[in-house]
């Protein structure tokens, strides 16, 4: 199956200061990802959904100055925290689809657990 | 205000028997359901699906049912083994293939 990576797999970092994670799509062309997030013991929440080329789409609630995302390429996508504080620890996890394929295809990263002190 | 519930956190069964995994769902607008094992620090991993349509999907050791008029659908695995446990996430997939989750049940097949 197709594979989707994430970098890094683990970050701390201090408030105030900003993180970038990658995700990148490794034998396939993801003309779109999507980025989620995930609280212990919770569901993943779809923080936005980028296309390859164009702006983000964000998620009711998610601030898209404080999480930007940006998807240059048909292979990588990454989303930076800006500003980052102690309530933005979580786990981050990304999934990417390309163009054709059957609905069910879209492929997950093994996610980025962030931790802000 | 969740729209895909997954009301049992956690199930144990023993090797050999069925597994029954619920979820429901108040969205009528979803248009496929999907089902996703996940293990600790790692992405989902597609599993089986069923299309709004259909009331049944298998593959394999797997079967999801959709009771529409219910919003309720489930996940058997039969026959469960060790390797099965893991966490099960429901999820409603939507236009744009956006998905919506429910918060995963834990299951334990113990040997």
């Known amino acids: 199956g197709a594979v989707v990576s994430q970098h890094p797999s683990w970050v701390i970092c201090k408030s105030g200061t900003s993180v970038k994670i990658e995700c990148r799509s490794l034998?396939?062309?993801?003309?779109?990802m999507f980025w989620y997030r995930q609280f212990p013991k919770q569901s993943l929440m779809l923080m936005a959904t980028?296309?390859?080329?164009?702006?983000?789409?964000?998620e009711q609630g998610v601030e898209k100055d404080k999480f930007l995302i940006n998807h240059a390429s048909l292979t990588l996508s990454t989303l930076t925290v800006t500003s980052a504080h102690p309530e933005d620890s979580s786990f981050y996890i990304c999934?990417?689809?390309?163009?054709?394929?059957?609905?069910?295809?879209?492929?997950f990263g093994p996610g980025t657990r962030l931790t802000v002190t | 205000d969740q729209q895909v519930k997954q009301n049992s956190p956690s199930l144990s069964v023993q090797e050999g028997r069925i597994s029954i995994l619920n979820c429901d769902y108040t969205?009528?607008?979803?248009?496929?359901f999907l089902w996703y094992k996940k293990y600790p620090a790692e992405g989902p991993t597609f599993l089986i699906s069923?299309?709004?349509?259909?009331d049944k999907n298998e593959d394999g050791r797997f079967t999801v049912f959709l009771n529409k008029s219910a919003k309720h659908l489930s996940l058997h695995i039969v026959p469960s083994q060790p390797g099965d446990s893991a966490v099960y996430f429901c999820?409603?997939?939507?236009?744009?293939?956006?998905?919506?989750f429910g918060k995963g049940t834990l299951l334990t097949v113990n040997p």
């Open positions: 999934s990417a689809r390309g163009n054709a394929g059957f609905y069910y295809e879209q492929y």
């Open positions: 034998d396939f062309q993801a003309t779109t």
């Open positions: 980028s296309n390859e080329g164009s702006k983000a789409t964000y």
């Open positions: 969205n009528s607008m979803f248009d496929y």
């Open positions: 069923i299309s709004s349509i259909k």
């Open positions: 999820a409603g997939q939507s236009s744009n293939y956006k998905l919506t």
